[in-house]
Nanobody, 124 residues
Framework: QVQLAESGGGSVQAGGSLRLSCAASGLTYSVYCMGWFRQVPGKEREGVAVINYDGKTTHAESVKGRFTVSQDNAKNTAYLQMNSLKPEDTAMYYC??????????????????WGQGTQVTVSS
């Protein structure tokens, strides 16, 4: 059973930084992909970034140059470094995992496993 636990959310002023972590347990697959999504009330959950087991990454256009996804395979942990945060980045951020390779920008439905989410609030 795969379990994901996010941490690192919080409140920050515009222009600040946060680093989210996603600790995975039970992700014992040779091929897998981990993703970060975000959602605000009343809107669809949108993809932010994904990283494959081999380190290949994809970032949404809205966060390119500001957010960076990375992973520590030894710790089974994925990270989302968020810099130059904007008020529109305010959302609940979710970690997801899927024992398959991520090509392009997979949608929410591609991922089988999800964390509970961590809130990020950016004030102006």
């Amino acid at each position: 059973q795969v379990q994901l636990a996010e941490s690192g959310g919080g409140s920050v002023q515009a222009g600040g930084s946060l680093r989210l972590s996603c600790a995975a347990s039970g992700l014992t697959y040779s091929v897998y992909c981990m993703g970060w999504f975000r959602q605000v009330p009343g809107k669809e959950r949108e993809g932010v970034a994904v990283i494959n087991y081999d380190g290949k990454t994809t970032h949404a256009e809205s966060v390119k140059g500001r957010f960076t996804v990375s992973q520590d395979n030894a710790k089974n942990t994925a990270y989302l470094q968020m810099n130059s945060l904007k008020p529109e980045d305010t959302a609940m951020y979710y970690c997801a995992a899927e024992p398959n390779y991520c090509w392009g920008k997979p949608s929410r439905g591609f991922f089988r496993y999800w964390g509970q989410g961590t809130q990020v609030t950016v004030s102006s």
